[in-house]
């Protein structure tokens, strides 16, 4: 069965993670999303590769997808993609303001060939204010919006420890992409009109923290200006970062440290596991499952932000990790599930291609590379019950679909060779 974007196409020209998220995630929803790339290959390919333009990173982000490569800063490879673009329904890129002036492939430019395209453009900064023509990545976009030191994390020198799991901001982005062209798709099907989308990593990281971006004067008066004052000062003075986020506290300042009492991680006897109370009722069930009846901070007089609750809670804490480390992850497992206390032992990622919740609910693909043999990926950020999702290309070999994707569009063998001895293609 066809996937709800069923013969949508895409020409996507992006690299690394926020922009070819996106083109994923649309060809998971079922369009055709031909991926050009220069001669080299995106850069994507060559970080971490394990064989000669592979990588594991390039595999996960680009299955589903359709290699084209042509030199978009040669004329010819210019002129091929005015060309194409009058049968495409929506043009993504991934670059700096006015990379794609540069090279011709700006929104007025094509906009000439498909009137009704829906162009989206992903940036680090925006496109206007003082820092548009910045380099952005999502390391650089973490930093500049506070979701870092919302982590509080430093290395052994006191800098900002940056190493996560993923890229928050180029996936939040790359999402948010997605989502506003599937908007917009339905918007030109209700009008005949396309539009200019324009999505950034700083507008994802800001949405990521904006519990803590947002201001809230009846709030801030009382909590957050308070601190900041605090961490204003300490930085006048020369103090050291890692000082400062001493001084702002962590993540549960804002709130109270009884907060994590039941919202965080413990060790046990044979590992980890995060408790996820968020609820006075999970609490509850939380307190009952560990044997601790006498909580002094679930009294409804206690005041999580007055002064001396920290101390309180901090007591409760020490009482709680010396219950936990008594019995291994299986042991408090089932004895969470059985009062239904939201829990879960801290799995390793390399552990849940297999996983049986993993399994049973059909997240992972079982693809077959042309070039590395089986691979097993995981699938669509959504399931749909009339328009299934998914796709079961593996990611493309460079240029793997060049000609192919060319005579689909009107090329003949005699064009195709013009436009490979002009240097407009590999």
Known sequence: MPGPLAGIKVFE?????????????LADLGADVVKCEPPGGEAGRLWGQFAPGESKDFHTLNRGKRSLVLDLSNEAGQAAVHRLIADFDVF???????VPERLRVDYDTLTRYRPDLIYLENTGFGDRGPSAQRSGSDVVLQAYSGLMAADGKVDEYGAPDFITATAPGDFHAGLGAAL????????RSMTGEGQHIAST????SLNLASPF???LPVFDAMVTDVRMD???DARSRGVSYREQLDIKGDLFASVGKASRLYYGGYNTKDGAVILGALTPANQEQFRRAIGVEDDPTAAEDFNPLAPESDAVAEGMLERIRSIMVT???DEWLEIFDAVGAPASRVQFPEELADDPQVEAMGYMLDLEHELTGPERLVGPIVQMSKTPTGSDLASPP????????????????????ALRAAGGTA
Request: aromatic letters at 8%.
């Open 213 to 215: 971006v947002t201001r």
């Open 201 to 204: 990593l700083l507008a994802a």
């Open 180 to 187: 506003g062209v599937v908007a917009a798709l339905y918007h």
């Open 13 to 25: 020209v992006s690299q690394i993670y926020a922009g070819p998220y996106a083109g994923l995630t």
């Open 398 to 417: 460079l240029g793997r679909h060049t000609d192919e994707i060319l005579r689909e569009h009107g090329y003949d063998d005699t064009e195709i060779a």
């Open 230 to 232: 605090a961490v204003f």
């Open 92 to 98: 993504l890129i991934n670059a700096r303001p006015g």
């Open 327 to 329: 019995k291994t992850d």
